[in-house]
């Protein structure tokens, strides 16, 4: 079965997504992705930049793969139209951080209601 893989607020602006153990095991989860054929989608906290180069460079050329930004620290509604539009599995696998918090939010939000858009 196919999954999507959400790759939550891996930029530069939050100081854990720095650190050397979180990026090579959201590398690990993209490497994984690509090679199983499943869908990616990184999520972007809105204004705080772009998601780090060395997560974005592993999917170049890559065709399923997609962006969103969300306004808030679930982002749910934003993930849910992205998944929506691009016919991506609604079967999800989940890196990023931060854990107790953004990445959580998103994953209680399309726990508890995630409907078509």
Known sequence: M???LLVIDMQ???????????????QREIRSAVRQGDAILFVEYKGLGPTM????????GYKNVG???KWDDGGAREVNAAIWRR?????F???????N??????VSELRNSYMPP
């Open 93 to 99: 696998r989940i890196c990023g951080v931060n854990s």
């Open 87 to 91: 016919d991506f599995p609604l079967d």
């Open 2 to 4: 196919k999954r999507t």
């Open 101 to 106: 918090c953004c990445v959580w939010e998103t």
């Open 12 to 26: 530069r602006t939050f100081d854990t997504a720095c650190a050397p153990f979180v990026v090579k095991g959201c």
């Open 53 to 60: 180069p060395e997560l974005k460079d592993l999917t170049k």
């Open 67 to 69: 962006y969103t930004r």
